[in-house]
């Protein structure tokens, strides 16, 4: 059965794959990398459309990288989102001096770096012969074996019984396609699966995997308080594991004065909360601990988050009502 399935994987790929995306025509490691951290948890067609090419560009190797200001990578990492992964890609190319290991036993030992990514780099990069586990794949294989429970140890053995030795880098590929594109969440294309015929949860494949139990998110209330003296904003670099290293303004619970100046407010969703922030302009010259001064023109180099962005829409929106 294992030959049959793999001979109609092939078939199916070779027609309906995604031949060409860069990170599949080519075989620097570095670039495989970068497009295997950027894809988690983000669409390919952000990543090809606004992330992967002007990185590469900013910063051509993995020795580039490494001996960048992590400032600057995570400027290019902007809008990207979960900005760890850039702190990490940072870390992982000055831990490794600039030269990728060649194993996924190797490759796994860096930041940012677990099982399934280390396998994909490998398998991809140097054609090991390692299986994936991405969620798309992790879909197929709930479906597939008709297991409801999420439970990756169980995933990791049947992704090895799958998986084809001999082609890691077709197999994989294939696999990730028709997750994306058939296998698919809410509304699965069984008809054209290649995998149709042996497929255990074909005639019900939204019991597979089991749910995941949702909760709202929760609401959180801040007043976000724009410290100004003359042209210049203050802001402060992140320190705190949550938006690490990105520039932000201030964040309050309380306001300190009723009579502030409004700006407006802002909603901003993350992947646990929501912040939902009134802005205001406070004039104040003495500021708090570890704030420093910008322009607005020196603003746009730094890097920040998405509601800090809203933020300076909102300055320069006050900007335009005051010189006119």
């Known amino acids: ?94 831990q490794c001096n600039g030269i990728l290991p060649t194993n996924a036993n190797d490759l796994i030992k860096l930041p940012g770096i677990g099982q399934s990514t280390a396998h994909a780099i490998s398998a991809f990069a140097y054609r090991e012969s ?53 296998c698919t969440p809410k509304k699965p294309l069984c008809a054209c699966c290649p995998f149709e015929k042996w497929c255990q949860g074909k005639t019900s494949p939204l019991d597979y995997p089991m749910a995941k139990v949702t909760t709202q998110k929760p609401i959180r209330i801040r007043n976000i308080l724009v410290y100004q003296k003359g042209e210049s904003y203050a802001l402060i670099q992140r320190r705190t594991q949550f938006l690490s290293g990105l520039w932000g303004f201030y964040e309050s619970e309380e306001l300190p004065d009723e009579s502030l100046k409004f700006l407006g407010e802002i909603t901003q969703h993350y992947s646990h909360f929501t912040l939902q922030a009134d802005v205001y302009l406070i004039e104040e010259e003495r500021l708090p601990e570890g704030f420093e001064w910008f322009s607005t023109e020196e603003i746009t180099k730094l890097s920040l988050g998405r509601a800090d962005h809203k933020v300076i829409a909102q300055i320069v929106q006050d900007q335009k009502k005051y010189h006119r």
């Open 130 to 182: 390692l299986p994936i586990l991405d969620a798309n794949v992790k879909r197929i294989l709930h479906r597939y074996f008709a297991v409801r429970e999420r439970n990756e140890k169980k995933l990791w053995g049947y992704a090895y019984t799958l998986f084809d030795p001999n082609s890691p880098f077709e197999y994989n590929q294939a696999m990730m396609d028709i997750g994306a594109t058939i």
């Open 1 to 94: 059965m294992i030959p049959l399935l793999h001979q109609s994987l092939y078939y199916w790929y070779s027609q309906n794959g995604r031949h060409t995306l860069p990170w599949r025509t080519t075989n620097n490691p570095y670039h495989i990398y970068v497009s295997e951290i950027m894809l988690q948890q983000t669409q390919v067609k952000t990543v090809l459309e606004r992330f992967y090419f002007p990185f590469l560009e900013r910063f051509p190797t993995l020795s580039d990288l490494a001996n960048a200001d992590v400032d600057d990578v995570l400027k290019k990492w902007e809008g990207l989102g979960y900005y760890t992964r850039a702190r990490n890609l940072h870390a992982a190319a000055q």
